[in-house]
């Protein structure tokens, strides 16, 4: 009889839940042995969604916490360091916070959210308003702290308070944890508060880690490294572990090695290669990891459907307004080239600056880089040299974001190009395939285009496909249909303009070896074969034109077939 799997931990940050309810779990507790050999009084970790920020955070919250639980460390690697978990396990009075839902429209609204998180911290410290330690102006002052009228002088000071009533309480300092500190930020900024937050969330970390004699040590996590001058003012105990860093590389996100176990563990290693080609590719430090979230859950699918295709997890996770707004303000043809040159694979150096705030991401297309890299949709290729670094698009599923902000891109910029395409238009409809051919091959030099040597014919083909849609988008009042069934096959597109008795039937190919007329005339045969004209007979339509086009990179041919 075999083993019984473990479940899989699919959006599950609570570390105690995971070991007590028997979860897959890959060990990084070597973080917590790491922390404490390296002490910094106040760490800040940096890496992009999806890597596993909160459950280590759940995982130092549960070994410092002085009612913890210390069995569910049992086994680990940290059990073997028995030295520091006789010092520091269970040791700490730990508050714990997550700015993480303070997401609102206005800043009054973002304000209350972030008081709540305010009083649910506090409230976990209930006895204090019992203890023989703290006197009755102490225990006024705990009251304050659950109050959700607080004002912002006493919601700055909160977390400071806190920690030093609970050293007043147990004679220890306390440990805090600060969990996506800058998504208030990123909020603020997008909904037109920036200000605001960042004066609050400034004098809240200002106060907790600045003035603080009563803080042991306190860990920060984000995805941007905001710089010293907005956030952390004058805080000169500040280590900052970036996704450059060569320290802690390992414990955010998987290593090769705990991939193959895992996958090796639920016998589904025939999927390896699929799995690495898609989810792997970031390199943290000297360290090249797989993003969690897309393997846990690429593994459950596969063990549920064994034939299920990769697909994209991070899609439905994140806004990808970073690629969005990169794509868009690639206006001048430089840019163009360089995401053609990431599209396809290759490496592109950049000076990149990790300290940035949020006004100013979006400010000069540098900036924008900067952003791509620190949110984990571009990542570096071996070693940095002075400030510039080698930056290349980790994995198939983030390059598949890109495509698909590509052909959104090129759609928006569709509409703005009516004139040009009018004219493509009218030339299919008058037989011109020459004409045809010259504004399209000229639209296609202007355009972003996928010219991957990895990417599959049949993705390639639908790019050049997608493009073709959205021109003859351009005519509202044609109908147009793409791979409807028709006759005994598939045609690619079928346009029926409004004015005339006519139908223009389109094959498009790519020409995978360059060789453009081959590819043309095999479009043109498939619409003979596939008899595609049969339908429109039927629907007393004459005049038909069918045109081959193929494409190859920036090039194509147009044929149109001769009766």
Not at 107 to 132: C, G, H, N, P, R
Not at 152 to 170: A, C, D, I, P, V
Not at 373 to 387: A, D, H, I, P, S
Not at 526 to 552: F, H, M, P, W
């Amino acid at each position: 009889m075999e083993m019984r799997k473990k479940k899989l931990p699919i959006g599950i940050e609570n570390f105690e839940e995971i070991r007590k309810e028997d979860f897959y779990y890959i060990d990084k507790t070597g973080l917590i042995v790491e922390l404490l050999h390296n002490w910094g009084a106040v760490n800040l970790f940096t890496r992009p969604r999806r890597f596993g920020k909160t459950l280590n955070m759940s995982m130092l919250e549960h070994f410092f916490s002085l009612n913890g639980d210390k069995s569910i460390f049992d086994g680990l690697e940290i059990s073997k360091e028995t030295a520091l978990c006789e010092e520091y396990m269970g040791k700490y009075p730990v508050i714990s916070v997550s700015l993480k839902g303070i997401d609102a429209r206005s800043y009054e609204t973002a304000y209350q959210m972030a008081v709540q998180v305010i009083i649910e911290a506090a409230a976990k410290f209930y006895f204090l308003l019992d203890s023989e330690k703290l006197n009755d102006h102490d225990k006024a002052e705990y009251k304050e702290l659950l109050d959700k009228n607080m004002n912002e002088g006493t919601f700055g000071n909160s977390l400071r308070q806190l920690s030093g009533m609970l050293e007043k309480h147990y004679g220890t300092k306390a440990v805090l944890l600060i969990d996506e500190y800058d998504v208030p930020l990123a909020k603020a900024h997008a909904n037109g508060y920036y200000d605001q937050m960042l004066s609050l969330i400034r004098s809240l970390l200002g106060e907790a880690l600045k003035t603080n004699n009563s803080l042991k040590l306190a860990v920060l996590t984000g995805c941007l490294r905001i710089s010293k001058e907005s956030i952390f003012t004058g805080l000169n105990n500040l280590k900052v572990l970036t996704i450059a860093d060569e320290r802690f590389d390992e414990y955010f996100g998987f290593t090769d090695k705990e991939v193959r176990e895992l996958l090796e563990h639920y016998d589904v290693t025939d999927h390896y290669e699929e799995v690495k080609r898609w989810y792997d590719g970031y390199q943290f430090g000297n360290e090249e990891v797989y993003c969690p979230w897309d393997v846990l859950n690429h593994c459950d699918r596969i063990r549920s459907e064994p034939h299920v295709q990769p697909e994209n997890y991070w899609i439905n996770t994140s806004s990808n307004d970073a690629v969005k707004r990169f794509i868009q303000e690639s206006a001048n043809v430089a840019t163009k080239r360089e995401i053609e040159r990431l599209v396809a694979g290759e490496v592109i150096m950049k000076e990149i600056h990790q300290e940035l705030t949020y006004p100013e991401i979006y400010q000069t297309i540098d900036n924008i880089w900067s952003l791509l890299f620190t949110t984990g949709y571009l990542t570096q290729r071996g070693k940095t040299e002075g400030r510039q670094m080698k930056l290349a698009i980790p994995n198939l599923e983030i390059r598949d974001i890109y495509m698909t902000q590509i052909m959104e891109f090129f759609k928006e910029n569709v509409r703005v190009d009516g004139d040009t395409l009018n004219r493509f238009c009218d030339a299919l409809q008058n037989k011109d395939a020459e004409n045809v051919e010259k504004i399209f091959t000229e639209y296609l030099r202007r355009t972003i285009s996928i010219r991957d040597t990895a990417v599959r014919t049949n993705m390639k083909e639908s790019f050049y496909h997608g493009v073709l849609l959205g021109i003859l988008g351009v005519k509202a009042q044609w109908g147009i249909s793409s791979n409807r069934e028709m006759g005994e096959g598939y045609a690619d597109i079928l346009a029926e303009p409004d004015t005339r008795d006519m139908g223009i039937i389109i094959e498009v190919k790519y020409a995978h070896d360059g060789d453009l007329d081959a590819a043309c005339k095999e479009a043109l045969k498939q619409i003979e074969y596939t008899r595609y004209e049969d339908d429109l007979e039927d629907d007393g339509v004459d005049n038909i034109l069918k045109y081959g086009i193929a494409c190859y990179k920036k090039r194509c041919r147009v044929m149109l077939a001769q009766k």
